[in-house]
């Protein structure tokens, strides 16, 4: 293969550089012949740290659908996918040289009746153990718990699990190297999780300054989805009179969900950018998502990094399109740290060493 030219700035540091790809890596040193391919900021492949591949608003679907969900990522300049929860196998996609590269959590783990019908496997406490670490063997480094969702005898949204079966659902999780998430909207099942150890909190629109502050001490990350958290008074509207605590409920989160998660970045969490699609979701929105970040309060170098170099190295893929790595990047013909709505138009996505848009 012969050799690619990029120029231009490359973030996240900003230093302007000749930047080449051979045989698909990235190499700095100059390249007789090598072709300009394009000039304009250089960024790292784009993240979405919270997303279903293969997941429609009525559960699985199928494998053309699931191709058009990842290449409607790809053509929005994601080339790392974190897989949130998904009721099919999705492994296939991982043998595609051509589309991005997909970290799975296998199923969603639920109490029954109590998430969406057809996404997960619906259990009782003492069963999620056993769940955990078969979902750790067949994901890749992920489970995904449902920590809340509306209990209907409460009618409002309450802890999915006990605080005995979440300590052993942690231990075996980290025993097999997986690391743990949980969908948590309210406030009640937080201290919890966060107490029995989890790895990130996905939504998270419950944090208090507490728990903020143990999440910093521990480490656990947070995946707002803050464009999803937008469609809380529908969610709410939707319960119609039935659940009047949970209406409110979900109004209130909403009203304060800003304050909550610009008070969690305030205080040093980690935040990363998840979209949510799949489900009632469309994939390809990550540049969406990011702006709504930087919306919040959050600079446009934080927010732009939660969802490329600062979620790729918390994924475990080289962040900084250092020497000799993979060339998956981004190039966009103005600066996105001046003006964020460039990262809905990427000028040249590279994966693999591949030019694809």
Known sequence: MSALRFSGPVLPDGETRDLYVVDGNITYEPQAGAELAASGWIVPGLVDAHCHIGLGPEGGVSDEETEQQALADRAAGTLLLRDCGSPVDTRWVQEREDLPRLIRAGRHLARPKRYIRNYGHEIEPDELPAYVAEQAQLGDGWVKLVG??????????????????????????????????AHVFGEAALPDLIGAGIDCIEHGTGLSTDLVDEMVANGVALVPTVVQLDN???????????????????????????????????????????????????????????????????????ALGAGSWRARDWLGLDGSLSEGTTADFVVFDRNPLEDLTVLAEPSRIVLRGRIVG
């Open 148 to 181: 809340d969702w509306i209990d209907r005898d409460a009618g409002d949204l309450m802890p999915s699990w006990p605080r005995e079966a979440l300590d052993e659902a942690m231990k075996v999780a980290h025993s097999h190297g997986a690391r743990v998430t």
């Open 232 to 302: 809380f008074p529908n969610f709410a509207a939707a319960s119609g009179d039935r659940f009047p605590k949970y209406t409110r409920h979900m109004l209130d989160l909403h009203a304060t969900r800003r304050q909550t998660i610009m008070a969690a970045y305030d205080a040093g969490v980690q935040l990363y950018a998840g979209t949510d699609a799949g489900g009632s979701l469309p994939h390809g929105n990550i540049s969406g998502e990011i702006r709504e970040l930087a919306d919040y309060g959050i600079s446009a170098f934080d």
